[in-house]
């Protein structure tokens, strides 16, 4: 199989897709009945990337300059990186893959237009493991119209398995380069860099409270957003009062949302720009912090989204939650997606601070699926700062950290708070 409609994609599909592709078609298979409209699209294969690399023996050539590199010579680690890029782009697709690609790019055209554009997006086999996190390694882009530009696109996704920071880390976590392929989404965009993006989370990202919804917004495309590079909007949402039809908004904080990412002229890898936000919309926003949050929002709404966006949101994810469940983790059967940064952040915890996560290594461990050797060795060996006693009351009625995690967290938490 070397492609595949996002559509059609499952759980299973992992090893062939990788942990975002799956989430995409796991979303997209159950949540259209609940309302959610998941942007469509299709997805090459982890065979098609073998493939594409089994070309003229370029899995052998890079494998041969892997091997003698040394991952901590940063000088070697670029020039290694930046040459194995280069051929991986001067590479053709084998005819097979390319016919395919072009036959499922052209029945996608004829669901939406040839005015729609398409984002190129990364999915490491790799990227959703309990034991490493791989997320955000490889790249995306944004804006591509077109079948040459998306082809072009996707051997930059390809090449992008062999940046640096990929191979670096690769390296130190004792992986099997050639044992890590990706798969390159082509999903149907949409147009928020006329609007606003945002980001929603079912739960409170530092202390894991299970009932709010937290929603972060901004200006223009979600990239800037996910990457950190713009101080946005937050809103605090109450479920039980959600449900209840009544007002639910807990709190609301205004970003600066200084910048934001539009679509740019052309349509190939790179076609999108950012800019400053424009003045009307910032002397909007200032003019409502001036004024006071909520009086402004009595004359004008001074937020990237309005009431009736943030409570669809709210809407939308109640639904993911209800579908899929609060208490899923990732390594379970029906787990949708990982709750890969708070089992990244427990198991830093445990091997920095052993001494800090003695005491509560049973209630942050208890309903991980499958926690990495390393912490377990380092819980097991680390002194214990509470008695042999049987545990309290609170540690007692406790439930597992996974019961309060949404499997699509991407944000840290902080420590103290998750250790509180």
């Known amino acids: 199989m070397r492609t595949a409609w996002l559509k059609d994609l499952r759980l299973a599909d992992l090893p062939q897709v990788g942990g975002k592709n799956a ?25 098609a990337f073998r493939e594409f690399l089994a070309q003229g023996g370029l899995d052998k050539k890079i494998e041969q300059r892997l091997e003698a590199l040394d991952p901590k010579d940063v000088k070697a680690l670029a020039a290694c990186g930046s040459e194995i890029r280069s051929w991986i782009l001067k590479s053709s697709f084998s005819a097979p893959l390319e016919k395919e690609i072009r036959s499922y790019f052209q029945q996608l055209e004829k669901q939406t237009s040839s005015e729609t554009s398409f984002a ?53 976590q004792g992986f099997i380069h050639a044992d890590v392929a990706l798969s390159a989404a082509v999903q149907q965009m949409v147009r928020s860099d006329l609007g606003a993006s945002g980001v929603t989370f079912t ?40 449900r209840a039809g009544r007002r639910c908004v807990l709190r609301r904080a205004m970003g600066g949302k200084q910048m934001r990412m539009i679509y740019a002229g052309g349509h190939g890898a790179g076609s999108t720009a950012n800019e400053p936000t424009p003045a009307a919309d910032r002397a909007l926003a200032q003019a409502g912090r001036s004024a006071g949050q909520m009086d402004a929002i009595k004359t004008h709404n001074p937020f990237a989204l309005n009431d009736i966006l943030f409570s669809r ?15 899923l983790v990732w390594g379970h059967p029906q787990a949708p997606m990982g709750t890969r940064a708070i089992i990244e952040l427990i198991e830093e915890l445990v091997l920095l601070k052993p001494e800090l996560c003695a005491p509560h290594i049973e209630r942050l461990v208890r309903g991980l699926w499958s926690p990495h050797p390393r912490v377990v060795q380092a819980a097991a060996a680390a002194p214990s700062s509470r008695s042999s006693t049987a545990p309290g009351p609170a540690e007692t009625s406790a439930p597992p950290l996974s019961r309060n995690l949404r499997p699509t967290v991407t944000r840290r938490c902080s420590p103290h708070r998750l250790l509180r």
């Open 203 to 242: 739960l409170d990202t530092e202390s894991g409270f299970p009932d709010v919804v937290f929603i972060t917004s901004s200006y223009g495309l979600g990239e800037l957003l996910v990457q950190g590079a713009v101080n946005p909007d937050e809103f605090y949402v109450h479920k039980p009062t959600f």
């Open 120 to 172: 190129i997006r990364s999915s490491a086999t790799a990227e959703d493991l309990p034991d490493a996190s791989f997320a955000g390694q490889q790249e995306t882009f944004l804006n591509i119209r077109g079948i040459d530009h998306v082809l072009e696109a996707i051997r930059h996704v390809f090449a992008s398995l062999y940046n640096d920071r990929a191979i670096s880390y690769r390296a130190h």
């Open 313 to 327: 949101s709210t809407g939308f994810d109640i639904a993911c939650m209800n579908n899929y469940g609060c208490s």
């Open 23 to 47: 989430s995409l078609g796991e979303m997209i298979g159950a949540l259209s009945a609940a309302g959610i409209r998941v942007p469509g699209g299709f997805a090459t294969t982890a065979d």
